[in-house]
T-cell receptor, first 112, second 114 residues
Framework: GENVEQHPSTLSVQEGDSAVIKCTYSDSASNYFPWYKQELGKRPQLIID???NVGEKKDQRIAVTLNKTAKHFSLHITETQPEDSAVYFC???????????WGAGTKLIIKP | DTGVSQNPRHKITKRGQNVTFRCDPISEHNRLYWYRQTLGQGPEFLTY????????KSRLLSDRFSAERPKGSFSTLEIQRTEQGDSAMYLC????????????FGSGTQLSVL
């Protein structure tokens, strides 16, 4: 079955710098790759997603890139702000969201 | 509040007791999912409904767990004879079919089994 690995487990960046979180997946049939942000004690919230027919997607300071050949996808956050501090999860699925397989999460710390 | 609602927010129970959680999805969403999340881990899929039909259940799910969505609206998740290993955050999510199927999560029910 699908396996999703996420790195790093913790990422600390200076406010204003960029942050990059990477995920790899094992099932070449996976075609949907969302990213969720979870603040401490709160619900996961979808921040951006990408489908396999697209190589890159951007939404303001957030972008996701997908390399199907290498089976990896990455989240890029530019001009980081204190409110970006949270745990970020990547996920991958094939036919439907109920088959979402999640990464273990990356704790992003924005240093003032 | 038009988001996904879960009750209770916290539940403390003794080992061996039964517990039931409720989820009210976004009203126009016909898909409903239950996940479990432990500290430092991503959500783990438990089960999934489309309308009132339970279409998928994780093979990892013990038979002590049962979920219902009798009228295709709210759902309940029951855990019988709770064990300490059941302690976790139980998350509900909902989505639309036919669209981009983005998942919207509730705030979860934090279960502590003593």
């Amino acid at each position: 079955g699908e396996n999703v690995e996420q790195h790093p487990s913790t990422l600390s960046v200076q406010e204003g710098d960029s942050a990059v979180i990477k995920c790899t997946y094992s099932d070449s049939a996976s075609n949907y790759f969302p990213w969720y942000k979870q603040e401490l004690g709160k619900r996961p919230q979808l921040i951006i997603d990408i489908r396999s027919n697209v190589g890159e997607k951007k939404d303001q300071r957030i972008a996701v890139t997908l390399n199907k050949t290498a089976k990896h996808f990455s989240l890029h956050i530019t001009e980081t702000q204190p409110e970006d501090s949270a745990v970020y999860f990547c996920a991958a699925s094939g036919n439907s969201n109920y088959q979402l397989i999640w990464g273990a999460g990356t704790k992003l710390i924005i240093k003032p | 509040d038009t988001g996904v609602s879960q009750n209770p927010r916290h539940k403390i129970t003794k080992r061996g007791q039964n517990v039931t959680f409720r989820c009210d999805p976004i009203s126009e969403h016909n898909r409903l999912y239950w996940y479990r999340q432990t500290l430092g881990q991503g959500p783990e899929f438990l089960t999934y409904f489309q309308n009132e039909a339970q279409l998928e259940k994780s093979r990892l799910l013990s038979d002590r767990f049962s979920a219902e969505r009798p009228k295709g609206s709210f759902s309940t998740l029951e855990i019988q004879r709770t064990e300490q290993g059941d302690s976790a955050m139980y998350l509900c999510a909902s989505s639309l079919t036919g669209g981009d199927e983005k998942l919207f999560f509730g705030s979860g029910t934090q279960l502590s089994v003593l």
